[in-house]
């Protein structure tokens, strides 16, 4: 992470409507056999809970990263410059059980100080703590219009993370 420097979450200044709904960001989660999976999303959000600066996650059941986001502690969210828009989308419509994302996109995976795997291509990077986890669950939903999302009952899984360090080049 050589062209990386280190800052603070306070002065994180982009939109996360903008950051996470438009441009999108990818999800990484690595076990602690240093093999990792990554996918796209566009659905999250930042803010405080709990007293601490956090990150929320969804991932559907099915998606192989869900596999690596239960069994690590820690994540990375990796925004990056619109010229990586395809890299995004192949990594958003493909499984890694069946394709090396990194090398059919060529972006390049490196490791943050703790170990956990983003991209050298990022340009920002916000790495987090799970604090929590459960599945969204039909009865709950208030709003029936929004179990249009679901027809398949998938319903995703929410994680939150406490934000630990967040490096911008």
Known sequence: MEKFYKTE?????????TLIGREWMLV?????????????ASWGGLGVLWGKNVA????????YTREFADSSDTVTLSF????YRSALSFCGS????????????G??????DSGAVTFEE??????GRKLYRDALKEECFIDSEALS???AGDFHYVYVYEITEVYRK
């Open 94 to 105: 493909h499984s890694g059980r069946d394709f090396d994302k990194a090398a059919e996109t």
């Open 9 to 17: 979450v306070e002065k994180i200044n982009e939109n996360p409507f």
């Open 56 to 63: 929320f996650v969804f991932i559907r059941p099915q998606r």
């Open 28 to 40: 990484t989660a690595t076990d602690k056999n240093g093999g990792y999976n990554t996918m796209t």
């Open 107 to 112: 972006i390049t995976p490196v490791l943050t």
């Open 122 to 127: 990022s340009r920002l990077v916000l790495e």
């Open 149 to 151: 999302h679901y027809k």
């Open 80 to 83: 990056f410059p619109e010229e």
